[in-house]
Every structure is written in C-alpha cells, then in structure tokens.
C-alpha cells in the first residue's frame, strides 16, 4: 500500500489540481433534465423553436443539384490515366441531377393526379349532399303539407292521383260544426274535371 502522503493521492481526486477532470458520456434522459434545469432557470426569456419545415427547406439548398452542367467527360476521356475520379465525379453529378428532375417530374405527376382525383370526389360529395338535401327538402314539404293545410288533398285529387274520402265537418278544435244533428259522414264533391262525350 502506498502512503497517505499528497503525492500518493490521484491527480484527479486531488482537490488542489486545476486539471479538467474526465467528464463521462451522458444519458439521454440526464441530458434532457438538464436542458430542462437551464430553460426554467430563466422562465422569462423567450425560447425560439424552429419549425421542421424551415429544416427541410435548409437541407434541400445545401444539396441542390445545378440544372444545367456545361462540360461533361465522356467515358473513354479518363479511361486509364491519373484523372478517372473526375470523370467518375462529374458522372455521378450527372446521375444525380438527372435523378432529381425525375423525381421532381413523378412528385408533380403525383400531385396533379392527387389534385384531380380530390376534385373528384369533392364533386361527388357534393352531389351527394345535394341529393340528399333535396330529398329532406320534399320530405319536410310533404309532411308540413299534410299537417298544416287540411285542403291540400285537393290538388291531389284534382291531379287524379287520390280518390275523394268522406269527412265530417270538423272545427279546427275537433268538434264538428253540426254536433247537434246527425250529418256526420256526408260525402264531400268530386272535385276535378268532367269531360262529356258530344254524340
């Protein structure tokens, strides 16, 4: 065993050194706390977060591919001398920039063909609705007609589509107008056209 003398304690466990001690690798979750131990230290300053988007716009200039490239090699250019690995350069920029416009066109293909088979079915949605909505409309016409004007059998009936039916005279409250005598069930006259053979 070695002394307890100061020259047999470790550099790093020395309280008098000034060297930087070994900082160990951090967990994830440690970091995190730590990040979060910082903001709420000053709860007051304002925290700016950039939006995903302005990443992937930032990512996509750095790697931009030029549209037009003015001097490209052929292949037997560099073909076993010293500069091959520039003509294998400037065709894999090539490759790639014609990558890209291919890509470019699909993602436009696509997005027009999106775009139209959207407005499609908007169209179709909206006939639908329309459809439909005219059907409520003559359902609700149809049964306000019925409770609110008792005389609306009449156009019916003068259309030939409903035979006459025999009423009583009925008061709007329900009690009928001759209560007193006995003409309940009189048969009410056919209203509609009457068409008489010349001879």
Do not use: C
């Amino acid at each position: 065993m070695s002394e307890n003398i100061p020259e047999s304690i470790p550099t790093s466990a020395d309280p008098r050194s000034k060297r930087p001690l070994k900082r160990r690798a951090i967990s994830p979750r440690s970091e995190t706390a730590s990040h979060i131990d910082k903001l709420m230290a000053a709860p007051d300053r304002d925290i700016i977060i950039p939006s995903s988007t302005s990443l992937a716009v930032k990512r996509d200039a750095g790697a931009s591919v030029p549209e037009i490239v003015q001097n490209v090699q052929g292949s037997s250019a560099g073909a076993g001398s010293g500069e091959f690995h520039v003509y294998k350069a400037s065709r894999r920029r090539e490759y790639e920039r014609l990558k890209s416009m291919d890509e470019e066109v699909r993602k436009e293909e696509e997005a027009e063909q999106w775009e139209r088979e959207k407005k499609e079915r908007e169209e179709k949605d909206a006939e639908k609705t329309r459809k439909a909505r005219e059907k409520r409309e003559k359902k609700r016409q149809k049964k306000n007609g019925k409770s609110q004007n008792p005389g609306a059998g009449a156009v019916e009936i003068q259309a030939g589509k409903v035979k006459p039916r025999i009423e009583a005279n009925v008061k709007g409250n329900g009690e009928d107008e001759d209560a007193g005598t006995n003409n309940i069930g009189e048969a009410q006259e056919q209203v509609g056209v009457i068409i008489h053979d010349d001879e």
